[in-house]
């Protein structure tokens, strides 16, 4: 299958062909598609952006609905937030217009040259989300909070995950490093290259610290960490985390709000992995695993991890409030079902 002339179709079109899912199960619109693994609702469109180095260029989405019934209760929101860790290029997210239901969503650039490149990882990060997406729907505590798996019951057992966590990419195969020669070096090397960085690489990983903001004598700073892991899900890997330091109170929801917000039309970020709660702190916790740890992955990691930091340099501040209203019931109220 394969469309010619807009790099938004085209992208959509390889994609379809590398999921392997059957067309007669999958719906397509205007550079989208919905297609449901495991009776989940899963959609991917491309969306066009401002043109980049002078090429036309788009913002891929990967978006999988997983539970709904979300009135965000403390037990409800410890459920889900001990099932975080597990996720590794996926992002909890709001259903828009409809607070109750839970997602998880991803978002990578694409210029108009980077056709194939894009599509095949779009294609691996949406298999891994489904899968993802399914562990959460049919987390014990998750749904014994009350919380309920949000499948299209009618599409259950026609089209899946499979059943390795990480697919095997199709064609040309993406050559993956072993772990011990990952390019350290050279990824702090590009994180010096934006100003306000400094980045320190050694044989483990690479450490670096993004200025954030400046009051008076005090500095604040977004830390990244990029290490070599381990996930029990799918072995040996890629780590990459960046904390946030807030001063309010964290919440689940600001975790959410700040996902939501890097999934907008406008934001420069790549939304590989999301932002989680961790010791009180605010933590954006993404895991590549060595099927994707290619040296041109790894740099691209990076490079977003300095987008990263610029926008919340910018918008920071503004997106994440001190705190979220309760009812009388001590519910969270954005998770309130719309009247």
Known sequence: MSVQGDAGEEVI???????????????????????????????????????????????????????????????????????????????????????????LGSAIHMNGDRVEWTARMVAATARVQAWEALGLSRAAKVIESGAVADVVTAQIGREGPRAAPVPPLDGE??????????????????????????????????????????????????????????????????????????AAPTHLLHALVLNEAELQSDSPTDLLGGWVLRDGALVHEAFLPLALCTGEMTRHMAEAAARRAAWLRLAGRAIVPGDWPMDTRGRIIPFKRPS
């Open 173 to 246: 195969p993406l050559a993956p490093l072993t772990l011990d020669v990952l390019p350290f070096a050279e990824i702090a090397d590009a994180l010096r290259a934006h100003d306000g960085v400094r980045a320190i690489a050694t044989h483990s990983g690479v450490t670096a610290s993004f200025a954030l903001l400046s009051e008076g004598d005090r500095y604040e700073f977004v830390l990244t960490a990029i290490r070599c892991g381990t996930r029990e899900e799918v072995g040996k890997g890629m780590s990459i985390s960046m904390s946030l330091p807030m």
């Open 13 to 103: 079109s390889r994609i379809v062909d590398r999921l392997g899912c059957a067309p007669e199960l999958v719906t397509f619109w205007r550079r989208g598609l919905t297609w449901y693994p495991a009776g989940l609702t899963q959609h991917l469109w491309a969306e066009p952006v401002p043109r980049r180095a002078g090429l036309d260029a788009w913002r891929v989405h990967v978006r999988t609905w997983c539970l709904k019934r979300l009135v965000g209760s403390q037990a409800q929101m410890h459920a889900i937030e001990t099932r975080l860790p597990h996720l590794m290029l996926s992002a909890l997210v709001r259903k828009p217009g409809s607070p109750s239901r839970l997602g």
